[in-house]
């Protein structure tokens, strides 16, 4: 949780963000989508 803190913090502490942290976190946003719609289309499934 620290470390989301702190990408909020540089979001918002410089208008500049690198681009390499915006595509990690929809990386990130993607990944945990993903193994979410997995996991609820096996519960139906079962």
């Known amino acids: 949780m620290s470390k989301l803190n702190s990408i909020k ?7 500049k963000v690198e681009f390499a942290d915006i ?4 990386l ?3 990944v945990v989508a993903l193994l ?5 289309k096996l519960k139906l499934v079962i």
């Open 36 to 40: 979410l719609f997995i996991t609820l």
């Open 9 to 15: 913090k540089e979001i918002l502490g410089h208008e």
């Open 23 to 26: 595509l990690q976190i929809l």
């Open 28 to 30: 990130l946003v993607g």
